[in-house]
């Protein structure tokens, strides 16, 4: 052995992760490897390509056949580098574009047969926290930080402190969809760029004043648009990266723009002909944001989504999830009876530990999944006790929560949704992450977890014996205990018929069935 190998024999080997992040971006595709170590993302291979599927979105929000295939090449071209991934180890985020088509399912569903994992489309504001993460965890700052990000078809806003967010906002608007709307032909007028600076004046006009009184100390941008506009502000400072871009150089290079008169005239050494296309409308943009935000000036920071998403898998592997924190808040904020929902959770996670492996529920999310809505299912309480499956899935539906996929939010509000009374299965959405099957199999699961709990009283349930077979289910009872539960029993009767529609069967020992008269 070499010196050299000896010293190398003497290094401590750690456990290390292998992830990845993979960002379908509307303007760009964006892949990032890393590994972690100790709690630290180390980068070790990324992949970039220009895609632009915003520019396949009609007015309709119909995404043309064409821009689908533009994306489902560069799947085909990136899978290469996610070959031998464990499932678990891939996060794929879809964000504006697939948000806006009426068909990203037909894309989605045409992924799934190009990388073994799912898509997630996420929200706005899932998009913003996950940006903010990633420029948290790669810029120091003291104090409130503004973190802007312009994508192909929106622009996030975050206000920050340390590694928690503050404010969250996704706004429509991006460099490709406004290149799109004020500068079709690649004429870069005067004109155009006002109309472009007064509509996305408009946009912030929703967000300006609730930002400008919480405050910043800095102000970061980041991903492609707001890199090439800094380094173009930049390009006659000696020092340039080290001095913030200002509403005034933003509006000289506007001037540079108006004269240069048409895209292809645009005579830049680091604007690469892919940026120079859809810069006009990112400029249009960041001159409205530092406007209507009084910004004095912006920094850049490499870091964007995809960092987000693989500080969050980080997070998940070694850290407490933030879906927790968020669970805490809801249950907070609308009054959960804390007691009642963990003995509906108890109950509910027992039977799902006994029915996982036959049931083929042994993905990662579906334990958690059901035990959120275990939790989470009475929130709906607060607005009216009548149709309380109704109120409590509107809420989880459209409440902004952090940590979760837009998906997984779906999810819960559908569990909840149907937890109790009937079950209308034409009104079940359409799951890009989890299997029909899997979700009426939990709905049943949690079902019988609210109905057996409905006593609301500590102790109530027996020792309850489970078995299960395919689709049915049978719950063995202690001897004579329904025998001195006539409205339970009742309720176990009815809801073995609700289950047919889940096409599953529900069976009761002892037999019951003599009640049903």
Not at 176 to 186: E, I, K, L, M
Not at 280 to 286: C, E, F, K, P, T
């Amino acid at each position: 052995m070499t010196q050299h190998e000896t010293v190398l024999s003497s290094v401590e080997s750690r456990e290390t992760n292998k992830v990845a992040a993979l960002d379908i971006g509307s303007n760009s595709f964006h892949l990032v490897v890393a590994r972690i170590v100790a709690g630290s993302v180390q980068i070790l291979h990324r992949v970039k390509q220009k895609v632009r599927l915003a520019e396949g979105l009609d007015e309709n929000n119909v995404l043309s056949e064409e821009a689908m295939e533009r994306g489902l090449n560069m799947l085909r071209v990136i899978a290469e580098s996610l070959r031998g991934f464990e499932p678990d180890s891939v996060r794929i985020v879809a964000t504006h574009t697939l948000r806006k088509a009426v068909n990203a399912r037909d894309f989605i569903n045409q992924a799934k047969e190009i990388l073994p994992y799912p898509v997630e489309v996420i929200s706005g504001v899932e998009e913003a926290r996950l940006i903010y993460s990633g420029v948290a965890h790669t810029n120091h700052a003291d104090g409130q930080q503004l973190v802007v990000d312009i994508g192909g078809g929106s622009t996030e806003f975050v206000i920050g402190k340390g590694f928690k967010p503050l404010l969250c906002r996704s706004l429509q608007m991006g460099c490709v969809s406004y290149t799109q709307r004020f500068f079709p032909d690649g004429e870069l007028k005067g004109k155009s760029f006002d109309r472009a600076i007064t509509a996305a004046a408009q946009e912030l006009e929703m967000i300006d004043g609730k930002y400008r009184r919480l405050g910043w100390v800095q102000c970061i941008g980041t991903s492609g648009t707001i890199r090439s506009l800094f380094t173009l502000c930049q390009q006659d400072n000696a020092n340039g990266h080290d001095v913030p871009v200002t509403q005034k150089s933003l509006r000289n290079l506007m001037k540079e723009f108006v004269s240069a008169g048409h895209v292809d005239k645009l005579n830049y050494p680091n604007l690469s002909d892919d940026r120079r296309v859809v810069i006009a409308g990112g400029l249009a943009i960041l001159i409205a944001v530092f406007k209507a935000l009084d910004i004095e000036g912006l920094t850049y920071s490499p870091a964007a989504l995809r960092e987000g998403v693989l500080y969050q898998m980080e997070d998940e592997l070694h850290h407490a999830d933030i879906r927790g924190r968020t669970a805490s808040s809801l249950a907070t904020r609308y009054d959960v009876d804390t007691a009642q929902a963990t003995m509906v959770l108890n109950t509910t996670l027992q039977f799902f530990d006994q029915v996982a492996k036959e049931w083929k529920l042994k993905g990662k999310d579906f334990r958690s999944m059901l035990g959120w809505a275990a939790l989470l299912h009475e929130v709906g309480m607060q607005i009216n006790t009548r149709g309380i499956q109704k109120h409590s899935a509107y809420i989880l539906a459209n409440v902004d929560m952090p940590g979760f996929t837009q998906e997984q939010q779906l999810l819960l509000a559908t569990l909840v949704r149907f937890h109790r009374k009937k079950i209308r299965t034409n009104e079940l959405p359409n799951f890009n992450l989890f299997e029909g099957n899997a979700v009426k199999r939990l709905i049943a699961l949690l079902r019988l977890g609210a109905l057996l709990n409905i006593k609301r009283q500590e102790g109530f349930v027996p020792d309850v014996k489970i078995h299960v077979d395919k689709h049915t289910l049978t719950l063995t009872f202690p001897d004579e205990w329904l025998d001195e539960k006539p409205i339970i029993s009742a309720d176990l009767i009815r809801e073995s018929v609700y289950w047919k529609s889940l096409d599953l069967s529900l069976v009761i020992k002892p037999d019951i069935t003599k009640l049903e008269s």
